[in-house]
Nanobody, 126 residues
Framework: QVQLVESGGGSVQAGGSLKLSCTASSYMFSTYCMAWFRQAPGKEREGVAG???????QYADSVKGRFTISRDNAKNILYLQMNSLKPEDTGMYYC????????????????????WGQGTQVTVPS
């Protein structure tokens, strides 16, 4: 089992940047499949970016070219670098993990992930 703690959220003007971090408690972090999800008010949670233990990544079309997911296995930290932020990026951002590997679009499927953090709020005022 793994505990996940997100940080780095905040309020930023449109066009700005934020870097989210997710610290994992497990020493098996390097073997986990990891992802970032977000939930806007009144909307369902959606996959934003995912990375498996091989380093393969997947992004939602809405964030391609603006967001970058990365992992530091030595520090047990997952990152999400968010650039050129837009008001529609506003939402609660969650870190997710699972022991089972995935690739491609499955990295953005909520039901694949069994472990979740509490979330960190990102606000981009319009």
């Amino acid at each position: 089992q793994v505990q996940l703690v997100e940080s780095g959220g905040g309020s930023v003007q449109a066009g700005g940047s934020l870097k989210l971090s997710c610290t994992a408690s497990s020493y098996m972090f390097s073997t986990y499949c990891m992802a970032w999800f977000r939930q806007a008010p009144g909307k369902e949670r959606e996959g934003v970016a995912g990375v498996n233990s091989d380093g393969d990544t997947q992004y939602a079309d809405s964030v391609k070219g603006r967001f970058t997911i990365s992992r530091d296995n030595a520090k047990n930290i997952l990152y999400l670098q968010m650039n050129s932020l837009k008001p529609e990026d506003t939402g609660m951002y969650y870190c997710a993990a699972d022991e089972l590997q995935a690739s491609g679009d499955f990295l953005l499927v909520e039901s694949h992930f069994n472990y979740w953090g509490q979330g960190t709020q990102v606000t981009v005022p319009s």
